[in-house]
């Protein structure tokens, strides 16, 4: 692969969605699989070689499985603890796409202390929402805001969520969190030594989140457009998927302990890896199959 062909597929990678590339909330929901780039042609110059980044073959693998029905696809993720160090770049790039607010968090790290004096170790688990195939969170919603979609994704109507918050209490992995329309300069420093720092996260806030492809704006009490008074969870970037980007916490993972595909195609990377002997899934005995899987 040469400097160039890298670069192209990195920037494809790791790019953010303007503005200019979104649909209307209406159309996101409707519609998520609006085709608007069939292919990547940067992908086509680039020959798959035995041993490459594995970034690269699940972005491939996500541009074979954005070319089927929405029906047809499964979305699935697998998290490799043996790979995961604990330095949070899920979380925050997480966080930079989403422009998540105080109280809200798509994708924490949990750390644990595994096995007993002296021999003790720490292990990282990055719990992001599992996706479950029957989804605790969906049937006692009131107005019916939160659905699975036919790839198996579940999401959140903002324009149609009452804040009742049983979703929340209903999922059993605290998935989600609700957003109470905090902003980080709530509790910034003031004065000549904290000015900087206020006013680069006022700039922050008022920068609108991008998720399900629609622009939401965090203006208090601002109905529709805004998330404020929401639950909100992981969605595995769908606003990305549609553009054939593979989710932040992918992308951001140093250690490529995340990985991502559609589970109904045998040959992705995810798909082979979930039926390996030391998959694991969170709390099996509740019967929500979940998508979300851990190599431990």
Known sequence: MDRRSFLK???LIGGTLGAADLLTIGDALANPAADRNASLPVLDRVKAEPGEDVLIRMQRELVRAMNKPLEKRRWGMVIDTRKCVGC???????????????????????????GSYPNV?????????????????????PVKATWKRLDGVVVIDYNVCIGCRYCITACPYQARTFDFGENWDNNAAHGNDGGLALQTCRKYEQEPSFEYGAIWHRGEGVI???????????TFCVHRLEHRQL???????????TLFGDLNDPTTLVSQQTV?????????????EPKTRYLL
């Open 9 to 11: 597929i990195s920037g």
């Open 88 to 114: 949070h770049s899920c979380n925050v790039g997480c966080i930079m796409e989403n422009k998540l607010p105080p109280g809200v968090v798509y994708r924490p790290v949990i750390d644990t202390e595994v």
């Open 121 to 141: 170790g720490r292990r990282f688990l990055p719990r992001p929402c599992m996706q479950c195939d029957n989804p605790p969170c969906v049937p006692v919603c």
């Open 224 to 234: 529709p457009k805004s998330p404020v008074g929401n639950a909100r969870k992981c």
């Open 247 to 257: 989710p932040m916490c992918v992308t951001t993972c140093l250690g490529r302990a």
């Open 276 to 288: 390996q002997n030391n998959a694991v899934s969170l709390k099996p005995e509740l019967g929500t």
